[in-house]
């Protein structure tokens, strides 16, 4: 008897929620038996985000462990008001892993049907003991307010999905100094398109920095560099050519002017392109003058010996 009561006593203490639900946390979980295949889902969760979807944000994460593979992860679900009916798959913020051969074996796809939007777990890998069920555990927070959970059960196997869902319309990082009355500064802006900017509330590209860059090592790739200059069939202006289009255009030929890159920038690999193919232009430009100046000097050698010659054989015939 007393030992049923201490039992009680713990219990009451220490509770243990293994699964179930609060207002703001899902817990459960869902089995993948031996033989599931890359593409085999789970639809487990429907949700009723408040405000019309306005207010869908939720973190998902799962755990899963079968013989060699231990591995979780966390993604990030942006469910808004009137979305489309698609399966696209959940973006991934926090990856714990520890498999083999070192691909995540599972991922969260979202439907974001409006009224009825739901979460599925979905196979993309087939990794571990392929002889065991592999069970994969499941925690959902809702961010904002979540006004029901709904429990799945549906399977099946889609092999469709290409596209990621948004985890946001856009996103800042402000910094500062929260001790001082100054505004914060912003750091980082990523918009809906993609394009992040540093410094920059308009980023215009796919990285836009208002302000200098310091790095120990910069990799730009480019296309079509410009050793087609010394092909044989490669035509190569000639410099009264050149002088004329500068005289003209006060530039070089190929090269932007002042008041283009003024305006647009520049491409590091498209000018460096540009660049090395004035420098192979310019070295075939020396080349020729090189050899002009050879064969000048050739002829200046040759007339001086004739010249030479000449004296000698005025000398001899005044001699006689």
Request: net charge neutral.
């Given at each position: 008897m007393?030992?049923?009561?201490?039992?009680a006593?713990?219990?009451?203490?220490?509770?243990?929620?293994?699964?179930?639900?609060?207002?703001?946390?899902?817990?459960?979980s869902?089995?993948?038996?031996?033989?599931?295949?890359?593409?085999?889902?789970?639809?487990?969760?429907?949700?009723?985000?408040?405000?019309?979807?306005?207010?869908?944000?939720?973190?998902?994460?799962?755990?899963?462990?079968?013989?060699?593979?231990?591995?979780?992860?966390?993604?990030?679900?942006?469910?808004?008001?009137?979305?489309?009916?698609?399966?696209?798959?959940?973006?991934?913020?926090?990856?714990?892993?520890?498999m083999?051969?070192?691909?995540?074996?599972?991922?969260?796809?979202?439907?974001?049907?409006?009224?009825?939007?739901?979460?599925?777990?979905?196979?993309?890998?087939?990794?571990?003991?392929?002889?065991?069920?592999?069970?994969?555990?499941?925690?959902?927070?809702s961010?904002?307010?979540?006004?029901?959970?709904i429990p799945?059960?549906?399977?099946?196997?889609?092999?469709?999905?290409?596209?990621?869902?948004?985890?946001?319309?856009?996103?800042?990082?402000?910094?500062?100094?929260?001790?001082?009355?100054?505004?914060?500064?912003?750091?980082?802006?990523?918009?809906?398109?993609?394009?992040?900017?540093?410094?920059?509330?308009t980023?215009?590209?796919?990285?836009?920095?208002?302000?200098?860059?310091?790095?120990?090592?910069?990799?730009?790739?480019?296309?079509?560099?410009?050793?087609?200059?010394?092909?044989?069939?490669?035509?190569?202006?000639?410099?009264a050519?050149?002088?004329?289009?500068?005289?003209?255009?006060?530039?070089?030929?190929?090269?932007?002017?002042?008041?283009?890159?003024?305006?647009?920038?520049?491409?590091?690999?498209?000018?460096?392109?540009?660049?090395?193919?004035?420098?192979?232009?310019?070295?075939?430009?020396?080349?020729?003058?090189?050899?002009?100046?050879?064969?000048?000097?050739?002829?200046?050698?040759?007339?001086?010996?004739?010249?030479?010659?000449?004296?000698n054989?005025?000398?001899?015939?005044?001699?006689?």
């Open positions: 007393k030992l049923i009561l201490k039992v006593l713990i219990a009451i203490l220490f509770p243990i929620q293994l699964f179930g639900q609060t207002a703001d946390f899902y817990t459960g869902v089995t993948f038996p031996a033989n599931f295949q890359v593409g085999d889902y789970v639809e487990f969760l429907q949700v009723a985000p408040v405000s019309a979807n306005a207010g869908g944000y939720y973190e998902i994460s799962i755990a899963y462990t079968r013989g060699n593979v231990a591995a979780a992860a966390t993604h990030l679900a942006s469910i808004s008001h009137y979305n489309p009916a698609l399966w696209r798959e959940v973006g991934r913020i926090n990856n714990n892993g520890y083999s051969p070192g691909n995540a074996t599972f991922t969260i796809d979202c439907n974001t049907q409006y009224g009825v939007p739901r979460f599925r777990v979905r196979a993309i890998n087939n990794s571990g003991v392929a002889t065991q069920d592999m069970f994969v555990y499941i925690k959902v927070r961010v904002n307010v979540n006004t029901n959970w799945l059960n549906a399977s099946g196997n889609d092999l469709t999905v290409t596209k990621f869902l948004p985890m946001t319309n856009d996103w800042n990082l402000y910094v500062g100094n929260p001790y001082t009355a100054d505004g914060a500064n912003l750091a980082i802006r990523a918009i809906d398109n993609g394009n992040v900017g540093i410094g920059t509330a980023p215009r590209e796919k990285l836009s920095v208002n302000g200098r860059i310091r790095a120990q090592e910069v990799k730009v790739e480019t296309a079509n560099w410009p050793d087609y200059v010394f092909d044989p069939s490669h035509k190569l202006d000639g410099l050519a050149v002088e004329k289009f500068i005289g003209k255009n006060g530039h070089l030929p190929g090269i932007p002017s002042a008041e283009v890159v003024e305006k647009d920038g520049i491409d590091l690999g498209d000018m460096n392109a540009r660049l090395l193919k004035k420098i192979e232009e310019l070295t075939l430009y020396l080349i020729q003058s090189s050899k002009d100046i050879d064969g000048m000097k050739a002829r200046s050698d040759r007339q001086s010996k004739e010249i030479e010659d000449l004296r054989e005025l000398e001899l015939f005044r001699k006689k």
